[in-house]
Every structure is written in structure tokens, then in C-alpha cells.
């Protein structure tokens, strides 16, 4: 088992419409989770984080963490095409020295 | 303060090859990570140094990969006798905080390998 899991993916969603991105995480150790973007060809870029149970809203973006259940997802609301690219979630904390454990990322694509 | 630098960008290479990457941190950013990323994959951890000291190395980091933070500032990746299994993005990112784990921390634009 993978220690962080993300929907396999790819996902599609219309412009204007909400993107709704899961991951599951198996160390129950881990304090903090993670947003990350990326671009193709670009290296990932930090988007949310979040470290305790409900919701955490910026802008567009609503992260939410359900430590009971190992469960963090990404809400995207009013999607745009410039939204497309792979989502990273990533898990950290614990005992490890700041390691991010990464799932394997969701594709995401807002079609026009 | 322009962020973490990493070069090259691009390295094409012949297996067998030796290859050596270069990270510059954050001025004054004593915690440094390197992440090693292959196609379709999210970036799986390498090693990390708190200032010169490398404090922690995966299983990943076989006998022929070598870091090295020479007084704490910049770091080198080596990668000897290069295969094709190696080809893949090197990503670096360095932090400053305590317990930089529970903020995130933020990635240089990375190196792409290409072993042929």
C-alpha cells in the first residue's frame, strides 16, 4: 500500500464548474498535509496546506482534513482552464526530518 | 532572495556516464532536500542536510548517487555510471523553519535527465 493515494484520474470538469481532488494517507504520524500544482514540465508549486481537522478556504481553494478517516481532499471552485495541470497531495511530519511523502498526483483538465 | 536555483536545467547524457547537479538554497536556509521525480510520478525524497551534515538517505539513494553540502551553502547530487532508469526530474528545496514539514516548502525548477 502507498503511503499517500490521490483518485487515479485523469479528471475532466466544464469551466465554472467545481473540481473535487482526494487523497488518503496510511501514517497516522502525519501532522501536516499539502497542496502542490504542477505544470507540465515544471517543477510543483505549493498551493495549501493544512494541519487540522475542517476546512481551510484561500481564494478559490478550500483544503480539507479528516484525520479520523486518513482523508484530505482539494476543492477548486468557478475552475478555469489556466487550473489545468497535475495535483499533488503530500503528507509530512511525524518523526522525519521535514520528508514530504507524495502521492502520485491527479490530472486535472477544464475544458472551455 | 530569487528563490532556490538549480542547474543545469536540461542533461542529456550516455549511460555510464557520471553526472553532477547543483542546487543553491535560499540565502541562509540551513535545511536542503532533494526529491527525485520520474514520469507520471509524484516526487519521491532522496536525502536531506541540515546545514552540512546529511542527516537522512532513502533506500532509493543506491551506491552510485552522492550528495554533498560542502559548508552548508550549495549542494552537489552526483549520479555515477548513469542508466536509463535514472532519467527523470531532480528536484531541490531548501527551508529555514524548525519544523519545515509543517509549513511545506518550495522547489527549485529541478534538473531533467535524460540517460540514452
Known amino acids: 500500500q502507498k503511503e499517500v493515494e490521490q483518485n487515479s484520474g485523469p479528471l475532466s470538469v466544464p469551466e465554472g464548474a467545481i473540481a473535487s481532488l482526494n487523497c488518503t494517507y496510511s501514517d497516522r504520524g502525519s501532522q501536516s498535509f499539502f497542496w502542490y500544482r504542477q505544470y507540465s514540465g515544471k517543477s510543483p508549486e505549493l498551493i495549501m496546506s493544512?494541519?487540522?481537522?475542517g476546512d481551510k478556504e484561500d481564494g478559490r481553494f478550500t483544503a480539507q482534513l479528516n484525520k479520523a478517516s486518513q482523508y484530505v481532499s482539494l476543492l477548486i471552485r468557478d475552475s478555469q482552464p489556466s487550473d489545468s495541470a497535475t495535483y499533488l497531495c503530500?503528507?509530512?511530519?511525524?518523526?522525519?526530518?521535514?520528508?514530504?511523502?507524495f502521492g502520485q498526483g491527479t490530472i486535472l483538465t477544464v475544458h472551455p | 532572495d530569487t528563490g532556490v536555483s538549480q542547474d543545469p536545467r536540461h542533461k542529456i547524457t550516455k549511460r555510464g556516464q557520471n553526472v553532477t547537479f547543483r542546487c543553491d538554497p535560499i540565502?541562509?536556509?540551513?535545511?536542503l532536500y532533494w526529491y527525485r521525480q520520474t514520469l507520471g510520478q509524484g516526487p519521491e525524497f532522496l536525502t536531506y542536510f541540515q546545514n552540512e551534515a546529511q542527516l537522512e538517505k532513502s533506500r532509493l539513494l543506491s551506491d552510485r548517487f552522492s550528495a554533498e553540502r560542502p559548508k552548508g551553502s550549495f549542494s552537489t547530487l552526483e549520479i555515477q555510471r548513469t542508466e536509463q532508469g535514472d532519467s527523470a526530474m531532480y528536484l531541490c528545496?531548501?527551508?529555514?523553519?524548525?519544523?519545515?514539514?509543517?509549513?511545506?516548502?518550495?522547489f527549485g525548477s529541478g534538473t531533467r535527465l535524460t540517460v540514452v
Open positions: 528545496a531548501s527551508s529555514s523553519r524548525p519544523i519545515p514539514a509543517n509549513y511545506g516548502y518550495t
Open positions: 493544512i494541519y487540522s481537522n
Open positions: 540565502s541562509e536556509h540551513n535545511r
Open positions: 503530500a503528507s509530512g511530519g511525524g518523526t522525519s526530518y521535514g520528508k514530504l511523502t
